[in-house]
């Protein structure tokens, strides 16, 4: 017997507004994995021996997107070196050249069950994101300067991804300005309505 093709449910949010700290929570109940595109591209800036390092050095502290060819074979790659089959991939995909990039590479390879996305005010997600640069996150885009470009990146960018999505009827919405907790709970639960 084949194996299944890999399921895919997408994270989205304003930048801060709790992806990552939602994904932990379900990866601790559940046997889905979690794939930062972010986290993927700061690992790939650390290598000593990447070329891409400062390309996406450079688009993290603008707030701006990293091309997709460099993104999407992170997370492939990623997906191949897994033994799992469930996938949570966190803030991707961020513009429209994300989305034709995973459509002409991975749409064949995976299924995509939902795509979650967190709803956060800008002041909330940016003072986030601000406290934990002031906690020594040590990300080079948790700044005022930085942040106001991210929030316009997202605003410009990713919602149309998030209408996009909606449109094909894809997406369930969370208000995440309530506590991690609450956050947590509810999108557990609707996790558990696709489950089988
Ligand atoms: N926190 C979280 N939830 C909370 C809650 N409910 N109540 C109170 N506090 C809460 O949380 C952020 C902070 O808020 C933490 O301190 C947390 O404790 C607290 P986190 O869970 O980290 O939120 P998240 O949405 O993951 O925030 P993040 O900063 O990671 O979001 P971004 O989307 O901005 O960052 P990402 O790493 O995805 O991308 C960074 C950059 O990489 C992008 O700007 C872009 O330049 C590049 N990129 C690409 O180019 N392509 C991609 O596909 C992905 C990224
Ligand atoms: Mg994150």
């Known amino acids: 017997i084949a194996m299944q093709k890999p399921e895919v449910v997408f ?19 559940t046997g889905y994995v979690h794939l930062s595109a972010g986290d993927l591209l700061r690992e790939e800036r650390a290598k000593p021996n990447s070329q891409f390092g400062q390309l996406i050095e450079e688009h993290i502290k603008n707030g701006t ?14 997906m191949k070196t897994s033994s799992k089959n469930r996938f949570l991939v966190d803030g991707f995909p961020r513009n429209q050249d994300n989305l034709d990039g995973w459509t002409k590479n991975m749409s064949d390879k995976t299924i995509v ?4 996305f ?7 997600c940016t003072k986030r994101c601000l ?23 997202f605003i410009k960018d990713t919602m149309p991804m998030v209408k996009h999505f909606e ?23 609707k996790l558990k309505e696709i489950d089988w």
């Not at 994270?11 to 109940?29: D, H, Q, R, Y």
């Not at 997107?65 to 790659?77: K, M, N, R």
């Open 118 to 124: 967190l709803e956060c005010s800008a002041e909330v």
């Open 65 to 78: 997107i990293v091309p997709v060819a460099i993104t999407c074979s992170l997370i492939h790659q990623a």
């Open 11 to 29: 994270i989205l949010g304003g930048p801060g507004s709790g992806k990552g700290t939602t994904c932990a929570k379900i990866v601790e109940k």
């Open 131 to 153: 406290n934990r640069g002031l906690q020594g996150s040590g990300r080079s885009d948790d700044n005022m300067e930085s942040l106001v470009k991210r929030h316009e990146t």
């Open 167 to 189: 449109e094909l009827g894809l997406l369930w919405r969370f208000d995440s300005e309530r506590s991690a907790n609450d956050v947590f709970d509810d999108v557990y639960k």
């Open 113 to 116: 069950r939902a795509v979650i």
